[in-house]
């Protein structure tokens, strides 16, 4: 199935650049993570909590560093070599770019857990909170698997707007239910078992497993969809991931 195959080249396309993917990946984990360790120490170790102002700083290399692995990973899956400087520059060019995203996803992220909590809580006796409960999950759901594709399709667009990135997003998942369902499960299950089973390989391997995943399919469905315009004669402005994904509305790709 078509889930499948893009997981296993997401698999191949890490593994083909292990050693600089893994260290760019290690330097995103823990600039993504100084800030939530420190959260982490002041309530449990305890430290004073004045400390808590040092978040602020500590969590501006995060969203970058994100970005900049994206940048990398896209060029892998479009069968390019990486260098250094590229994730550097990367880092350096999008300092400012990821974080209104970021603060707008982690607005929607906690709006949904807030709800798949509350209503069950708050009517403990209702059977139509369970549903409702339900629904909001189910949104959930759906929410993180899109995650997958956003930052992929920002990166592989010419149109710079995380609007158009998102509803890309939204069309790929809807166009492809199941090769959503299938890559967002087996990269949960996969990464779930590293943290288990040998946390040293989350911490090197999670973040480039989680956006080769996602970069992988979009690349992948963007090539199949360019390829199907060029059997049919497109023109080169019907070939761009906007315009692909304007016509994914009508017409899902398998």
Known sequence: MLGFRIFGRALRNIWEEMLPLGAMSGITFVAIALAPLLVVAVILAPLPPALLILTIPLALPGPPAWMALHVVANRVAN??????????????????????????????????????????????????????AGAWLAAGVFWMAIQLFVIPFFVEQENKRWRTALRNAILISGANPFMTLILLALTVVLLVASALLAPPLLVVFGPILWIMVGTTAVVDRVTAYRKSQEEAGASDADKTPERIMDKWRSRGVQ
Do not use: C, E, H
């Open 79 to 132: 069968q390019y070599a990486i260098r250094w400087d590229q994730f550097f520059g990367a880092f350096k060019a999008n300092l400012r770019v990821l974080w209104l995203y970021t603060l707008v996803a982690t607005l929607v992220s906690g709006l949904l857990v807030y709800n798949i909590f509350f209503y069950p809580n708050a009517f403990p006796d209702a059977q139509w909170a369970m549903w409702v």
